[in-house]
């Protein structure tokens, strides 16, 4: 009999239930409505060995409650956006178009892309009206990652506008396995946020930030709110996805209904894993499947956030599915570390302004860090938060799949033993995390508490090929990027106010 695992393993006393700061979810005083399933991306054409894509970042409407639509962005939609759905070895051509009145950029978090421009970090602005080409070629195992906007120092802020989507990468041995593989029916993306709803049902960013995260107390799925789906199939596999900018999202169902985790953030896991619950902080993925064998037509079940309804499930007639999952889901090859590499150590810490990586600020302009390409090498890191009053930081890397080799020396999670890219790091944990380059590029690492990035708890490292002359890239720089947006939004740069810009200056620190 497998172990079924009852808990969110995560240290207690760190959950963000203990921040000053915190917002508990609140029941939505709204009808249910249907969860609405983000279409999935059209190629503009496509043949055999090439697809090509449009990606509009657009404002719109969205009727979110009863009474005024909400003020919303999305990509090919009026708020988050469409899903795209790419296949290993696919050259993928991505025309990335901006309409919104300022400027962003279109970060693949989760993509094995060269860095930084393809990855879309803050160097690669996209200003209002332009267009840029992209292309790349994935070369990664299956798994579900997102795109989401990353103009430092306005992150934070663009995603609560709705400037995130939801991007699954598809191969032939995840298609071959014995899984639901029918997008909207029973692979179904569930990509979790929280807003709070303002006069005339607007959201205001700037009224509710908090430099720890900014939360709201309405739970918004695939942006429905107190959204039900109707269940019509046995299995149901769902790709959950914390799209927050500060909650974790501690789940379970009614019931206690257990389930199986098959993969983490960037890539199936090893072998399933029987959960009743299941914690994400930020940016984290978890794909689970729900068997609903024991439900008849006219029940519901009900996923619940702590102890907050968040999604309603409704069972309808399902033919019987008794496909059975194999015990080992993935061949992981941990890349050899030669024991002359030394480890690399990364620190985060502070709290609200005063958060730091490394003791210092994020600068574009600064290489923190470099590693040759192909090298395998262990970081260390730490959050240096104390139990009391600490936080969990969620620490991302761009442009890698990692994989998870020891919390404070002790075994990883049994969840998280497939590739990652963002791993929860405790109060006074240091988590030991195997990184190798495969491209050459600069890529960005920090803590995925988008406030927390936009307050400068990020870095960025090269990775460049040993062989060759180190590249030199054209970096941003903040005083551009702050220049565009004050004239952008038709304000003086001086009175500006921007999250991250805030954090720096309540420092003492310039961008
Ligand atoms: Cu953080």
Redesign the pocket.
């Known amino acids: 009999m497998a172990t079924v695992y009852q808990d969110y393993f995560f240290d207690e006393p760190a959950y963000n239930t203990h921040d000053g700061g915190y917002i508990p979810l609140e029941v939505a005083d709204a009808p249910a409505q249907p969860l609405a399933i983000p279409a999935l991306v059209q190629p503009d054409s496509e043949t055999d060995t090439d697809a090509y894509y449009t990606l509009t970042a657009q404002k719109g409407e969205t009727q979110l409650l009863p009474g005024a639509k909400t003020k919303t962005w999305g990509y090919n939609a009026p708020l988050l956006g469409t899903t795209f759905a790419f296949k290993v070895g696919k050259h993928i051509h991505i025309t990335l178009k901006n309409e919104l009145d300022e400027l962003t950029t279109f970060h693949w978090h989760g993509l094995a892309v060269s860095g930084p421009y393809v990855d879309g970090g803050c160097h690669a602005p996209v200003y209002p009206g332009e267009s840029k080409q992209i292309d790349f070629t994935l070369d990664q195992p299956a798994a579900t990652t997102w795109l989401h906007a990353h103009p430092c120092p306005s992150t934070a802020e663009q995603v609560w506008h709705g400037l995130a989507a939801m991007v699954i990468v598809h191969d032939d041995h995840e298609l071959n396995l014995p899984i639901p593989h029918d997008y909207g029916v029973d692979d179904i993306p569930l990509v979790l946020q929280d807003r709070r709803f303002h006069e005339d049902n607007q959201w205001d960013y700037h009224a509710d930030y908090d430099p720890d995260g900014v939360q709201g107390p309405t739970a918004m799925i695939n942006g429905t709110i107190n959204p039900y789906f109707d269940v019509t199939r046995q299995k149901i596999r769902f790709r959950i996805l914390d799209g927050a900018n500060r909650r974790e999202w501690r789940l379970h169902f009614s019931d206690d209904l257990e389930f199986t985790q098959i993969a983490s953030d960037s890539s199936l896991l090893p072998e399933p894993v029987q959960l009743t619950h299941l914690m994400l902080t930020c940016a984290e993925r978890a794909e689970i499947i729900v068997d609903f064998k024991g439900y008849k037509p006219g029940d519901t079940v009900t996923l619940y956030s702590d102890d907050v309804p968040i999604v309603t499930f409704k069972i309808h007639e399902f033919a019987a599915d008794d496909r059975v999952l194999p015990d080992h889901l993935l061949e992981i090859h941990a890349p050899k570390v030669l024991p002359t590499t030394p480890v690399r150590k990364v620190v ?1 810490s502070g709290m609200d302004e005063a ?1 730091a990586l490394d003791g210092k600020k994020f600068n574009m302009q600064r290489i923190d860090a470099t590693q040759p390409i192909g090298l395998a090498q262990y970081w260390d890191v730490s959050n240096t938060n104390t139990m009391h009053g600490g ?1 969990v ?2 620490f991302h890397v761009h442009g890698t799949q990692f994989l998870v080799i020891s919390r404070n020396g002790g075994a990883p999670y049994p969840n998280e033993h497939g590739y990652k890219d963002t791993v929860g790091v405790n109060p006074g944990e240091t988590v030991r995390i195997l990184v190798r380059f495969d491209l050459p590029g600069v890529y960005m690492y920090h ?1 995925h ?1 988008i406030e ?1 990035e936009d307050g400068g ?1 990020m870095a960025q490292i090269q990775s460049y090929d040993p062989n060759r002359p180190m590249p030199k890239y054209k970096l941003m720089d903040m005083g551009t990027l702050t220049k565009a947006f004050a004239e952008e939004r038709g304000v003086d740069p001086k009175t500006m106010w921007m999250a991250g810009m805030d954090s720096y200056m309540k420092m003492g620190m310039k961008m």
Request: one cysteine or more.
């Open positions: 985060m958060v936080m930081h969620p803590c508490i927390h708890m």
